[in-house]
Nanobody, 125 residues
Framework: VQLQASGGGLVKPGGSLTLSCAGSTSTFNDYAIGWFRQAPGKEREGVSCTRGSGGSPYYTDSVKGRFTISRDNARNTVHLAMNNLKSSDTAVYYC???????????????????WGQGTQVTVSS
């Protein structure tokens, strides 16, 4: 599946951005769609994930209560609404497709089947 991420930009601390991920396949709802991010000098980390069949989404602890992931299978699109952004959220964000989302622990980068191109999110005053 081909993925196209969009929506990054520059925002002040406390501000909001919404990222979008558009998929090319008609079987989009068969995939779990997730977001990873990579800050300069840091490893890539899983941020959020939504299952194709629905159910509770996954969030890494640092974004719980601030980020909301949603999907529209009819439009092959997943959105990541990011509120109360912090400087520590600054990173390149990548959308991904894979077989599932973790029930606990961290997102497994080895389970990712497809990567979209990154979109830069910069949180700075």
């Amino acid at each position: 599946v081909q993925l196209q991420a969009s929506g990054g930009g520059l925002v002040k601390p406390g501000g909001s951005l919404t990222l979008s991920c558009a998929g090319s396949t008609s079987t989009f709802n068969d995939y779990a769609i997730g977001w990873f991010r990579q800050a300069p000098g840091k490893e890539r980390e899983g941020v959020s994930c939504t299952r194709g069949s629905g159910g509770s989404p996954y969030y890494t602890d640092s974004v719980k209560g601030r980020f909301t992931i949603s999907r529209d299978n009819a439009r092959n699109t997943v959105h990541l609404a990011m509120n109360n952004l912090k400087s520590s959220d600054t990173a390149v964000y990548y959308c991904t497709a894979g077989p599932g989302c973790p029930l606990r622990g961290n997102m497994d980068i080895g389970m990712v089947h497809s990567w979209g191109q990154g979109t830069q999110v910069t949180v700075s005053s």
